[in-house]
């Protein structure tokens, strides 16, 4: 287990992990940036799974990536490992048909298999193999638990992800693979969002709720293609993976 858990986080026991931590977050950064420079209106998720999914994105929206600073300006990595870029869609903006693409442990309950339709960013049916009523559980424990408040990006080709192992805590998980999670959105991801109280939030289109529950939806044939404000189309993932 440690070994594996040595793999995902990037350590070889060659001394060079913090250099190789250090090139990773210039990688995730220079892909935040390019994404805070396309200003995507929405993006469109397509996979052999089923996933066939459109998520608007709020107007001053922000792309986060998994390295934070402290208020006294210190940097620090709150969850290793990290893969993702993440920001926030816009509550009632989710559209279609999402699969999960990895079980989901959720309060000690497996789930497995499952699916969701959206309508107006609204989860109106959810079906699972394993854990239905557990799924269906969670997106009812308030209004906002049936919403939207996260879109991550995660590279299918990853070291946590290359090892093929689920190691049931979703916090590990999720760097294995694109999710979204239900619930709670980062009041990071929109602009002056960490100076803003909820209601607030709620105007700019962030959901509000007091779960947050992510769940893997990335493949090896995952596509996603953005959409500018102009009408642009741009690849963002092709086979499973960045095309910025």
């Given at each position: 287990l440690w070994e594996?858990?040595?793999?995902?986080?990037?350590?070889?026991?060659?001394?060079?992990?913090?250099?190789?931590w250090q090139a990773h977050?210039?990688?995730?950064?220079?892909?935040?940036?390019?994404?805070?420079?396309?200003?995507?209106?929405?993006?469109?998720?397509?996979n052999s799974l089923g996933t066939d999914l459109t998520i608007r994105l709020p107007e001053?929206?922000?792309w986060a990536a998994g390295n934070g600073v402290t208020q006294s300006g210190q940097p620090f990595i709150a969850n290793m490992p990290t893969e993702e870029i993440f920001t926030a869609p816009l509550r009632e903006g989710v559209d279609g048909v999402v699969a999960a693409s990895l079980p989901l442990c959720h309060d000690g309950n497996i789930i497995d298999k499952f699916s969701f339709v959206v309508r107006k960013g609204k989860i109106v049916e959810a079906r699972a193999e394993v854990g239905e009523e557990t799924l269906k559980a969670a997106i009812t424990v308030d209004e906002g638990a049936s919403y939207f408040g996260e879109v991550a990006l995660v590279p299918y080709d990853s070291p946590i992800s290359n090892q093929k192992i689920l190691y049931y805590n979703t916090l590990f998980d999720e760097n294995a693979s694109c999710h979204l999670a239900f619930g709670e959105a980062?009041?990071?991801?929109?602009?002056?969002?960490?100076?803003?109280?909820?209601?607030?939030?709620?105007?700019?289109?962030?959901?509000?709720?007091?779960?947050h529950v992510d769940f893997m939806v990335g493949t090896a044939d995952l596509s996603i293609v953005g959409t500018t404000h102009d009408g642009r189309e741009v690849p963002v993932f092709v086979n499973g993976n960045f095309a910025l």
């Open positions: 594996a858990i040595f793999t995902a986080v990037r350590i070889t026991g060659d001394g060079k992990a913090v250099e190789r977050l210039k990688l995730l950064e220079e892909r935040k940036d390019k994404l805070n420079a396309l200003h995507f209106a929405s993006l469109h998720y397509r001053t929206h922000i980062y009041n990071e991801c929109v602009e002056g969002g960490q100076d803003m109280d909820k209601e607030a939030l709620k105007a700019l289109g962030l959901n509000d709720s007091i779960t």
